[in-house]
T-cell receptor, first 113, second 114 residues
Framework: SQTIHQWPATLVQPVGSPLSLECTVE??????LYWYRQAAGRGLQLLFY??????ISSEVPQNLSASRPQDRQFILSSKKLLLSDSGFYLC????????????FGPGTRLTVL | GQQLNQSPQSMFIQEGEDVSMNCTSS?????WLWYKQDPGEGPVLLIA?????ELTSNGRLTAQFGITRKDSFLNISASIPSDVGIYFC??????????????FGKGTLLTVNP
C-alpha cells in the first residue's frame, strides 16, 4: 500500500493562530514528499518538497514552513496564520524509482477567519 | 520558471460526447502526466507518458506525448456524468535542478450534462 494520510481533513483557524498539518505515508521507504496549496479549486502551487529526513526545499517565500522528522512524516506549519493562507493543502509522494509520478493524499481544507 | 498552458479552461458537454484537452510548453519535458480531481479530493493519476510520440489508453481515456516533447493531449471518449471534475496536465524536466518537481497546468473544468 502506498496510502497517504492527511490530518486534519478540515480546519478553521483565526488569523494569527499557529498551524500544524500532518502528512504520513505508507509503503516504499525514503519517498520524495511534497506540500502543495490549491486556491479556489484550481491551480496547484508547490510549497515545499523533501528528498529525505531533515531535508526541506522551499519553493515560495511565505508564512509557512515544513519539517520532516521521520522518513514517512511531513509536517506543514505556521507560527501566525494570515487570511491568504486559506486553501486546500495537498501532500504528495513519489513511488519508488518512478520519481516522476506523484500521488496525492486526500487534502486538508484550511479556512482562516 | 517553466509554465504549462492548458486549454480549454472549462468545457460544458452533453453525455456521450467526446472531449479533448491539451497542454503546451515552451520547454521540453521528459514526462507528461494527466490527473483528475473530484471536488474536495486530491488529484488522481490517470495516465503517465514517458516517450515522445507515445500514445497510451486507460479505458475511455487516451493521452499522447507530443513528438516535440513540448505538448500533450488527453481525449475522453463517450463521456459520462462521472467524468465531471478538473483535469490537470503535469510535466517533468531534468533542467535547472527540477528532477524532483512537476510543473502543473491550471486545469480544465469539465461539466457533463446528462
Amino acid at each position: 500500500s502506498q496510502t497517504i494520510h492527511q490530518w486534519p481533513a478540515t480546519l478553521v483557524q483565526p488569523v494569527g493562530s499557529p498551524l500544524s498539518l500532518e502528512c504520513t505515508v505508507e509503503g516504499t521507504s525514503n519517498p520524495n514528499l511534497y506540500w502543495y496549496r490549491q486556491a479556489a479549486g484550481r491551480g496547484l502551487q508547490l510549497l515545499f518538497y523533501s528528498v529525505g529526513i531533515g531535508q526541506i526545499s522551499s519553493e515560495v517565500p511565505q508564512n509557512l514552513s515544513a519539517s520532516r522528522p521521520q522518513d514517512r512524516q511531513f509536517i506543514l506549519s505556521s507560527k501566525k496564520l494570515l487570511l491568504s493562507d486559506s486553501g486546500f493543502y495537498l501532500c504528495a509522494r513519489n513511488i519508488g524509482s518512478r520519481y516522476n509520478e506523484q500521488f496525492f493524499g486526500p487534502g486538508t481544507r484550511l479556512t482562516v477567519l | 520558471g517553466q509554465q504549462l498552458n492548458q486549454s480549454p479552461q472549462s468545457m460544458f458537454i452533453q453525455e456521450g460526447e467526446d472531449v479533448s484537452m491539451n497542454c503546451t510548453s515552451s520547454s521540453i519535458f521528459n514526462t507528461w502526466l494527466w490527473y483528475k480531481q473530484d471536488p474536495g479530493e486530491g488529484p488522481v493519476l490517470l495516465i503517465a507518458l514517458y516517450k515522445a510520440g507515445e500514445l497510451t489508453s486507460n479505458g475511455r481515456l487516451t493521452a499522447q506525448f507530443g513528438i516535440t516533447r513540448k505538448d500533450s493531449f488527453l481525449n475522453i471518449s463517450a463521456s459520462i456524468p462521472s467524468d465531471v471534475g478538473i483535469y490537470f496536465c503535469a510535466g517533468q524536466s531534468n533542467s535547472g535542478g527540477s528532477n524532483y518537481k512537476l510543473t502543473f497546468g491550471k486545469g480544465t473544468l469539465l461539466t457533463v450534462n446528462p
